[in-house]
Structures are given as structure tokens and as C-alpha cells.
């Protein structure tokens, strides 16, 4: 079984622009959770995709966005780069065991973005 | 204020030398208490669940355990490829996720 995969895995932008990220699940996995990480802050939630819709949400700004498409693909958007948004992203999918309850969360490689 | 502490920070052992890492919630709910493996430049790797107290997992020279304020990572005559950094995560009642900054463990030969 393929793991997740993400693409690109590394990026380098500057200050103001956009990019996408792109996070292909395990077959069969339909919650698709990104996160951001940094050393300073560890890993961060920054939302979850179920059947196409976003069911929970982290603390960060609006600029973060994502879809998940019915192949239960998803993306991720930044819009607007700052410095700060330098990180890696990781995306992770799961299979969910009941309602809400995970049994847990494969990770992909991450992308690595370098906003300069 | 829902928040997962790691500790130590960083752990350094001699090959064979016993430890556990610590992991402290608090959490309005807990549904469930993940442990994760990450190597340098990848993604983490999921190690165990846990999902009520007193719960216990093992998996080689790996045994977690669960109360209701913290998680032990045992980790029983360790060899230089069990180094890596490990993660706790918690996942609330609210379905949010909250991850530890992580152990980075050496195991020295």
C-alpha cells in the first residue's frame, strides 16, 4: 500500500506571494490533517479535511487555507508569505475507527518551505 | 488552556541503558494519547495509541503507558537506531490535535 505522499517537497518563495501544497492520502483514508512544523514550536494543527469538508480548524490566520477533493486529495494554500511561514508542512491521513476516533495518523515527507 | 509538555528535551544513553520519556496533557477531554517516531528530514511514524488510563502498549524495546495526566515512553536496553526524536500528541474531545515539542533521543554505542 502506497504511503502519503506530497509534492512539491521542497519550495522556496519570497515575501507576498502564494503557493499550494498538494497531499495525496493512503487509499482508503478520507480524513486528511495538515500541520505546520518548526523548531521552535514543534507541530502545529493546522486543519482537517473529512469528505471534502473541514471539520476542525487550528489557530492560525485566514492567509491558511485547504480543500480536499473528492479522491480525497488535498491542498493546502498561503497566501500573502511572510518570513514566519518558513517551515515544514507536514500533511497526514487517517482511517477513522468510530466517530471521531482516530486509530492513528500516517504522515507524509512534508514539503519544506523557505520563504525569503 | 489545552497544551502537551515533553520532557526531557533532549536524552542522551549509552547503549543498553534503560529509560522512560514523559509526556504531561492537560486537555478539556481526552480522546485519545498518540506516540510518534521522527527521523531527521521525515515525517513522523506512528508508534502507539492510547485511549483511557492505565492503558499499556509495547512494541520490541518500546512500552507506553497512560495515566490520566501523563504518558511514559519506556524504552528498555536501547540500540543506536532506536535515536530519533519522539512525539506526543493528544487528540481532545474537540477533535483538535495538540502535539509535544518532542524528545530527541542518542543512544550512544
Known amino acids: 500500500k502506497a504511503g502519503v505522499t506530497q509534492t512539491p517537497r521542497y519550495l522556496i518563495k519570497t515575501r507576498g506571494q502564494q503557493v499550494t501544497l498538494s497531499c495525496s492520502p493512503i487509499?482508503?483514508?478520507?480524513?486528511v490533517s495538515w500541520y505546520q512544523q518548526t523548531p521552535g514550536q514543534g507541530l502545529q494543527f493546522l486543519f482537517e479535511y473529512f469528505s471534502e469538508t473541514q471539520r476542525n480548524k487550528g489557530n492560525f490566520p485566514g492567509r491558511f487555507s485547504g480543500r480536499q477533493f473528492s479522491n480525497s486529495r488535498s491542498e493546502m494554500n498561503v497566501s500573502t508569505l511572510e518570513l514566519g511561514d518558513s517551515a515544514l508542512y507536514l500533511c497526514?491521513?487517517?482511517?477513522?475507527?468510530?466517530?471521531?476516533?482516530?486509530?492513528?495518523?500516517?504522515f507524509g515527507p512534508g514539503t519544506r518551505l523557505t520563504v525569503l | 488552556e489545552d497544551q502537551v509538555t515533553q520532557s526531557p528535551e533532549a536524552l542522551r544513553l549509552q547503549e543498553g541503558e534503560s529509560s522512560s520519556l514523559n509526556c504531561s496533557y492537560t486537555v478539556s477531554g481526552l480522546r485519545g494519547l498518540f506516540w510518534y517516531r521522527q527521523d531527521p528530514g521525515k515525517g513522523p511514524e506512528f508508534l502507539f495509541t492510547l485511549y483511557s488510563a492505565g492503558e499499556e502498549k509495547e512494541k520490541e524495546r518500546l512500552k507506553a503507558t497512560l495515566t490520566k495526566k501523563e504518558s511514559f515512553l519506556h524504552i528498555t536496553a536501547p540500540k543506536p537506531e532506536d535515536s530519533a526524536t519522539y512525539l506526543c500528541a493528544v487528540q481532545s474531545t474537540g477533535n483538535q490535535f495538540y502535539f509535544g515539542t518532542g524528545t530527541s533521543l542518542t543512544v550512544i554505542p
Open positions: 497526514a491521513s487517517s482511517f477513522l475507527l468510530g466517530t471521531d476516533l482516530y486509530n492513528e495518523q500516517f
Open positions: 487509499s482508503g483514508h478520507r480524513s
